[in-house]
């Protein structure tokens, strides 16, 4: 499968706890992107990296969420201290460049529910 | 007040019937414009992409119209199929392809 992939797809967790997702992008896309989707509305932007570098974060990213993509290539979203407004699918895109009509790619999603 | 916004919020159509979604949207500056089709539990999947100086643009059944002057851009379905059914989100691309800003979409449940 040459597809964005995510993983875990479904994730419980206790009010509290930490939790760690993980985004493999499309092979030698640089650009990776992480959105948030809550039931009925459409995917809010969280931040994207260009290779290893971040560089652009949503105010939605609080000081409990985290990304990172080491190597440029895989990327990791944690969110520390779960709470339960912080139920929702978390999206990861790639695309090969910023060019105006690039096409950004989506995983399956992750799904969180914070109980 | 969400920068893009899809009407209808919902739409059941019979199969074989055709139906158009609408876009409007605020927020700029504009790089392109998507529509993507997103079954339920799934990632997104990308229809059209139309930048500036495109009005029309089509994939298969899908045909995609831009206004860039009034800010509208629609989505047009042809002979819908049961498989149609789906949440289809209108997407603007600004900042040189940098933050794509998604609509609520419009949730299409296509009917025997």
């Known amino acids: 499968d040459t597809g964005v992939s995510q993983n875990p797809r479904h994730k419980i967790t206790k009010r509290g706890q930490n939790v760690t997702f993980r985004c493999d992008p499309i092979?030698?896309?640089?650009?990776l992107y992480w959105y948030r989707q809550t039931l009925g509305q459409g995917p809010e932007f969280l931040t994207y990296?260009?290779?290893?570098?971040?560089?652009?974060k949503s105010r939605l990213l609080s000081d409990r969420f985290s990304a990172e993509r080491p190597k440029g290539s895989f990327s990791t979203l944690e969110i520390q201290r779960t709470e339960q407004g912080d139920s929702a699918m978390y999206l990861c895109?790639?695309?090969?460049?910023?060019?105006?009509?690039?096409?950004?790619?989506f995983g399956q999603g992750t799904r969180l529910t914070v109980v | 007040k969400n920068q893009v916004e899809q009407s209808p919020q919902s739409l059941i159509i019979l199969e074989g019937k055709n139906c158009t979604l609408q876009?409007?949207?605020?927020?700029?500056?504009?790089?392109?414009l998507r529509w993507y089709k997103q079954d339920t539990g799934r990632g997104p999947v990308s229809l059209t992409i139309?930048?500036?100086?495109?009005n029309t643009k089509s994939n298969g059944r899908y045909t995609a119209t831009l206004d860039a002057d009034t800010k509208q851009s629609s989505l047009h379905i042809t002979a819908s199929q049961l498989s149609d059914s789906a949440s289809y989100i209108c997407?603007?691309?600004?900042?040189?392809?940098?933050?794509?800003?998604f609509g609520t979409g419009t949730q299409l449940k296509v009917e025997l």
């Open positions: 990296f260009q290779n290893e570098a971040q560089l652009e």
């Open positions: 092979s030698e896309h640089n650009r």
């Open positions: 895109a790639s695309s090969l460049g910023p060019g105006l009509d690039t096409e950004a790619f």
């Open positions: 997407v603007v691309v600004t900042g040189g392809g940098n933050k794509l800003t």
């Open positions: 876009c409007n949207y605020t927020v700029s500056p504009f790089s392109n």
């Open positions: 139309m930048t500036f100086s495109e």
